[in-house]
């Protein structure tokens, strides 16, 4: 590893410090160095704050040395005003010379207008150090800008025979397959993601409450079809508590500050039409925990990204069957306590 790719290593390092709470904004991390020392460090921690390069520039004790230093950034400078002014004038203001970027920004208020910018401003730019790499740290900002959709998560678990409920329920409503050290990692990727959805019969049968009370962090926007308007106004995703998104075929009900009902038509495919209702609330990643009819839907229209599957040490015997992947490769394997939690990736 050369000295450009150590120091924008140490910037997607820092900047995974804000997994999970820098929404809309991508995670960015920076490093300032002069005569090969760290003399500055920051990362975006929250929309509306600092972002990556200010908070570095502010980290620096000795202001006079950012005329000769360089500084790393995992993501190209922002240009445009937002929240926030443009990183690239600040570098500019503060006369730093040499700026080393990971890659470039897909967003179109920035996409090489800051680096541009830049070298205009007679700046030396690198750009493209560790760029797979960088890319991989956006994966749901890349998506959702490249792609027009937010990155998608498959979630399941299954019993050791390959069925992800049994036929019939008794009084344990949800019925666990894995153990709790499993449950505790799923809310610690609620936490990391921005929205989670379940289809009408899983909130029907579980009444989820699909928050990270086992973690801490954010709770994701649910996301919850009812074409019929059947699930219960008592039950836990109705209960205005978490910012809701309920999918139906109707406008009966009304919204609330929590609680939005999107429309959309349930005899045409729907996969595509609840991407659209996510990529037009600005939601960047969503988890699909089910049922097996949903996470199946996504499978078979090929919209998923990533796919998260635990078996657990019990079996059924019958039951409804765990949804089937196409076009995947496995990435990892690894056991959580007793079970055991496999993560695919899509070919496509």
Sequence with gaps: MN?????IQRCIDLAQNGLGTTYPNPMVGSVIVCNNQIIGEGWHKKAGEGHAEVNAVASVKDKSLLSQATIYVSLEPCSHFGKTPPCCDLIIANKIPNVVIGTVDPNSQVAGSGIKRLIEAGINVTVGVLETECNELNKRFFTFHQKKRPYIILKWAETQDGFIAPLERDEQKPVWITSNRSRQLVHKWRT???????????????????????????NPIRIVLDRKNR?????????NSIKTIVICDSDTKQNTENCIFERIDFE?????????VLYRNQIQSVIIEGGRQTIQSFIDNNLWDEALVFKGQSTFTKGITAPRLNKHTLLDRKNIGQDELKTYKNHD
């Design 3 to 7: 000295t450009n790719e150590k120091y």
């Design 192 to 218: 990391e993601e921005q929205a989670i959805l379940v289809g009408t019969q899983t909130a029907i049968d579980d009444n989820p409450k699909l928050d990270a009370r086992d973690w801490k962090g954010n």
């Design 231 to 239: 699930i219960p106004n008592d039950h836990n995703l109705l209960d």
């Design 268 to 276: 045409k495919e729907i996969t595509t039409q609840i991407i659209a």
